[in-house]
C-alpha cells in the first residue's frame, strides 16, 4: 500500500489550495480514507474522511471551509481548502485502513503565513 500526498505550498491567508492522494495497493473504490494534519508542536488530528460510497465527515471546526471528495477511477483523494488561515499551517497526512493496519503518506507541507 503506498499512499502519496502533494499540492502543499506556502500561500497568504485567506487563499485556496486543493491536496490530492493517490493510492496504490489497494482496491481503492472500497476504502474510507482520512486526511489528518500535524502543526508544530501538536498531536495528529483529523481533518476530514470520505467513506466507499462518498459520505464525507469534517472536523468540526473546518465544516465550511474544507471539501474532501475522491476519483475512485483515478484512485485518488483529494482536500480542497479554503479561506486558509495561519492556524491551518500544518503537514497534511493521507490516511487509509487496509486489513487491519493502518496506512499513512509521508505528508504534504502547508505554510499560511502574510
Known amino acids: 500500500v503506498d499512499l502519496v500526498e502533494s499540492g502543499g505550498d506556502l500561500l497568504q491567508p485567506g487563499g485556496s489550495l486543493r491536496l490530492s492522494c493517490a493510492a496504490s495497493?489497494?482496491?481503492?473504490?472500497?476504502?474510507?480514507m482520512d486526511w489528518y494534519r500535524q502543526a508544530p508542536g501538536k498531536q495528529r488530528e483529523l481533518v476530514a474522511s470520505i467513506s466507499s460510497s462518498g459520505n464525507a465527515t469534517y472536523a468540526d471546526s473546518l465544516k465550511g471551509r474544507f471539501t474532501i471528495s475522491r476519483d475512485n477511477a483515478k484512485r485518488a483523494v483529494y482536500l480542497q481548502m479554503s479561506l486558509l488561515k495561519p492556524e491551518d499551517t500544518a503537514v497534511y497526512y493521507c490516511k487509509t485502513n487496509h486489513r487491519g493496519r493502518a496506512y499513512w503518506g509521508r505528508g504534504t507541507q502547508v505554510t499560511v503565513s502574510s
Open positions: 495497493g489497494i482496491n481503492f473504490s472500497i476504502y474510507t
